[in-house]
């Protein structure tokens, strides 16, 4: 997929030089490139997920007024790390006179032109965010695996016949094999596409519930204590945050320009999800409280025939969002890692096909052994996507502006240590909440 990349055995020279008549975009030789409207296709898959229902539950959390503004906040703390994280990433392409270089090797070449005192990092960013980026969306699987097993066995107890949820995870192991099989990003496409009109016909079916019969606003609380922000902020970070995926979606583009324009499809895409987010979040939270749940699916009513449809798309959405999450995971391992060890390229693709077998595997043991991962995953949510969503990307920027400065007023590295700052903090803390969560729930 990755073609004509240069990979970690090439020396890259630590002294920036930039040369302005070479284009990184315009040497790319992606195999199976997307066009824009698969790319957006993608970006709304992989940014509305399974978060999106736990949103009148993070509102719970923050009340309604503080609910937006935060939702809209920690959404354009997101849009902005991940616009000058690709910025920097193609700023280093440039410099290097390569047509593209990943996430973790972009750490690596920015640690190596940045300050002295972050330069003895640099041996250690690769494998480290690498580990990160493939054990975050590994999680994801895990938990996906879940939510479709629950999802099917509440619409076969109502139905058919009253089974243990293992069983139903034992079903998906074939499907899950069959959609993880296909290993590029265009032929997920229109997945993608069917998925998200699937999706959105299932957010109408929530919100018609949800409308219905609204109590006074009155009696839902514009600003709750902030000693609940912590879960609000793990909640909604994890909602919005697909930093693999959407770097993904990004490098499989025919113009990838056209990702980061003003106009262009990351702002746009993120908009919409931004507006659904809050959109379903104020209105949850208006309808059902403190009684919101985990998955608002949860509060609609249980054996009308429309409650049972939603529970069957969300169920088909989350199993193709499992093979764009897991994309990440077989990506990184595989490409940079596993397939250098194979000397024979013609049997790369049946290795790879087994390899990827090999996960599906892995999160369907994962997802048997601890049924509820949801309290583990925003454990790693809240720790990984603060580094990886904010604190990395500000990092890198100030590392490869080191040599050209930060502007007037040195206003990059005031905006990038007061991301530093506020991811750091926000992971600490989503991070002991979560793990207190975690104790209280097994207590």
């Not at 069959?178 to 990003?185: A, M, Q």
């Not at 709750?224 to 919005?240: N, R």
């Amino acid at each position: 997929m990755q073609a004509d990349i240069k990979n970690e055995s090439m020396v890259y020279p630590t002294k920036p030089t930039i040369s302005d008549d070479y284009d990184p975009h315009k040497h790319r030789n992606v195999k199976n490139p997307t066009n824009n409207w698969q790319t957006f296709a993608h970006f709304l898959k992989a940014s509305v997920g399974t978060g999106v229902l736990a949103m009148p539950s993070a509102f719970a959390h923050a009340g309604y007024v503080n609910g937006i503004i935060l939702t809209l906040i920690i959404g354009g703390l997101a849009l902005y790390c991940l616009h000058i994280l690709i910025s920097c990433m193609y700023l280093l392409c440039k410099r290097q006179r390569v047509p593209y270089v990943s996430f973790s090797e972009a750490m690596k070449l920015g640690l190596q032109q940045g300050p002295p005192f972050l330069r003895c990092l640099a041996p250690i960013a690769t494998p480290f965010v690498d580990g990160f980026l493939a054990f975050y969306h590994f999680g994801i699987c895990c938990v996906y695996v879940v939510f479709i097993a629950e999802s099917i066995k509440q619409l076969f107890d109502e139905y058919v016949v009253v089974w243990d949820v293992r069983l139903h995870m034992c079903l998906l192991i074939v499907p899950l094999l069959l959609i993880f099989s296909i290993r590029n990003l265009k032929l997920l496409a229109p997945f993608s596409s069917a998925a998200n009109l699937l999706l959105f016909v299932g957010f109408g079916i929530v919100l018609y519930y949800i409308c219905t019969d609204l109590p006074p606003l009155s009696e839902r609380e514009a600003f709750e204590d902030y000693k609940k922000f912590p879960t609000f902020f793990g909640t909604v970070l994890f909602a919005l945050e697909a930093v693999g995926v959407i770097l993904a979606i990004e490098e499989n583009m025919a113009t990838p320009r056209a990702y980061v324009t003003p106009c262009g499809i990351m702002n746009w895409g993120m908009a919409i999800v931004l507006s659904l987010y809050v959109f379903l979040g104020f209105f949850g939270y208006w309808k059902y409280g403190d009684e919101a749940m985990g998955s608002v699916t949860l509060n609609i009513p249980q054996t009308e025939v429309m409650a049972q449809v939603v529970k069957i798309f969300f169920a088909i959405t989350t199993y193709i969002s499992y093979a764009l999450q897991g994309y990440v995971t077989a990506h990184i391992l595989w490409s940079k890692y596993l397939s250098k060890r194979i000397k024979d390229i013609s049997k790369h693709t049946l290795y790879e096909l087994l390899f990827r077998a090999v996960i599906v595997l892995l999160t369907f043991l994962c997802a048997i052994a601890i049924p509820d991962l949801s309290l583990f995953l925003s454990l790693v949510g809240s720790f990984c996507l603060s580094i990886l969503g904010l604190i990395f990307p500000a990092l890198l920027q100030i590392c490869v502006q080191y040599e050209q400065g930060y502007g007037p007023f040195r206003i990059r590295l005031v905006i990038n240590m007061l991301l530093l700052i506020f991811g750091f903090f926000g992971g600490i803390i989503g991070t002991y909440v979560s793990i207190v969560d975690i104790v209280e729930a097994l207590s």
